[in-house]
């Protein structure tokens, strides 16, 4: 049974810190990332990590401040989250292609990605 579960979300200040979890089971994928949905706004790509290689992808209002990453047994993704801003607040979703690479160009878009958590919410206050 394939089985995306986010964790670690929450309320935190404007210039602090967050680090999400992803608990992966039931498949197995080179290509996982986080998306994110903040209310009245489209699903966005955050960051995506394909693990064959290290390459990391990052949106651009991201970049410098998150870091994607996996744990070595491939089973956990982190997103930590550094000089959070209001901006930020959204619900957090952490998704996986089944493929065995990563698109550089299109490694932010949602119909890419089979398998998607449930999410969990960050909310940044100012």
């Known amino acids: 049974q394939v089985q995306l579960v986010e964790s670690g979300g929450g309320s935190v200040q404007a210039g602090g810190s967050l680090r999400l979890s992803c608990a992966a089971s039931?498949?197995?994928?080179?290509?996982m990332g986080w998306f994110r949905q903040a209310p009245g706004k489209e699903r966005e790509g955050v960051a995506v990590?394909?693990?064959?290689?290290?390459?990391?992808y990052y949106a651009d209002s991201v970049k410098g401040r998150f870091t994607i990453s996996r744990d070595n047994a491939k089973t956990t993704l982190y997103l930590q989250m550094n000089s959070l801003k209001p901006e930020d607040t959204a619900m957090y979703y952490c998704?996986?292609?089944?493929?065995?690479?990563?698109?550089?160009?299109?490694?932010?878009?949602?119909?890419?990605?089979?398998?998607w958590g449930q999410g969990t919410q960050v909310t940044v206050s100012s």
């Open positions: 039931g498949f197995s994928s080179s290509c």
């Open positions: 998704a996986a292609d089944r493929r065995t690479y990563c698109s550089g160009t299109y490694w932010h878009a949602q119909g890419r990605y089979n398998y």
């Open positions: 990590l394909y693990t064959g290689g290290g390459i990391q």
